[in-house]
């Protein structure tokens, strides 16, 4: 029996004046995007991507415009399809809410223009953005893990790293702040955890699996590490175009698809209060879209080749 303490680290790293702020969030993006412009810059020395690093920044640009856009019209679509009702709530972003699903087809639809454009061969530029992506996934993960959403199913102690989030309804409910602004509500709660209120009440707060860590793990760390592996395995004689993001498809959509069945589903497909919120039979709205994406990996890899040089 056992439980770990989560960690109380504000979400906000810098308070700014106005609505907006330096959020871990955010700037976990940032990382994402430095990051995944520095290795494309690697695939452009290595000749595996025939573009210069001058088209490497714009396209790191174009992408940035994907993610966002792709990443809030996907989760207004895929997880709050009643949104019609009030379409300004399309821009509060502010607010959270950005879909992987929607920020990856913005993505793709990035990348197929941007090829097209620049004459680029699309499907190595899709190997290599799959290859470079991996360590924004992580980070992103771990600022979900900061932020205190995205947690898991209840468990009890016999998983020894199981966590009380004081973000959970019941925590928030428990601590009085569950009506509050946003901003209002972390700051509440970061003093009730200081002035050892959260202490007091916590034990009546279930225990739940921190799934935001085992994404970071699973779709993170591990399938970098399998794409960097594969890469290093054919570096002398690639595999065909689109294999490499063939292999990200497939990898990324077993590993969330696994973690879903740890993963708290959405509140707003629940049925009825206190079930939990699948769509389809036991699956989540995450598992019907990473099943897409296991058909997708699959069909790329079968399509895939070897060939020194990109189709």
Avoid at 176 to 204: H, N, P, S, Y
Wanted: proline content about 6%.
């Amino acid at each position: 029996m056992g439980e770990l303490l989560f960690p109380a680290i504000d979400p906000v790293l810098l308070d700014l004046p106005g609505p907006f702020d330096l959020r871990w969030y955010g700037l976990m993006y940032v990382v994402g995007f430095v990051l995944a412009q520095h290795i494309l810059k690697r695939f452009c020395r290595a000749g595996f991507l025939p573009m210069n690093e001058q088209q490497v920044a714009d396209f790191i640009l174009w992408q940035v415009l994907g993610v966002i856009l792709g990443g809030r019209l996907g989760y207004m679509f895929f997880y709050r399809p009643d949104f019609l009702k009030d379409p300004q709530e399309l821009v509060r972003v502010w607010e959270g809410g950005l879909s992987f699903h929607g920020g990856l087809l913005g993505v793709c639809a990035v990348f197929v223009w941007f090829a097209r454009r620049h004459k680029v061969p699309v499907l190595r530029l899709g190997d290599a953005s799959a290859m470079a992506v991996v360590p924004g996934i992580f980070a992103v993960r771990v600022a979900n893990f900061i932020n205190g959403e995205l947690y898991g199913r209840i468990t009890d102690g016999s998983v020894p790293w199981a966590m009380r989030f004081p973000t959970d309804p019941v925590a928030q409910r428990l601590l009085g702040v569950e009506a509050a602004g946003i901003r209002e509500r972390e700051l509440k709660t970061l003093q009730a955890i200081d002035d050892g209120t959260w202490a007091k009440v916590m034990d009546r707060v279930p225990l739940r699996h921190p799934s935001q860590i085992y994404e970071a793990i699973g779709e993170g760390l591990l399938l970098g590490l399998l794409l960097y592996l594969v890469y290093r395995a054919t570096r002398g004689r690639p595999l065909g175009a689109g294999a490499y993001g063939g292999v990200f498809l497939l990898g990324y959509g077993v590993a969330r698809f696994v973690v879903e069945f740890f993963r708290q589903p959405d509140k707003q497909f629940e049925k009825a209060p206190g079930t939990l919120g699948t769509v389809l039979g036991p699956f989540s709205m995450g598992q019907v879209l990473c099943s897409v994406m296991i058909v997708a990996g699959v069909v790329f890899l079968a399509r895939g080749r070897r060939a020194a040089v990109p189709a």
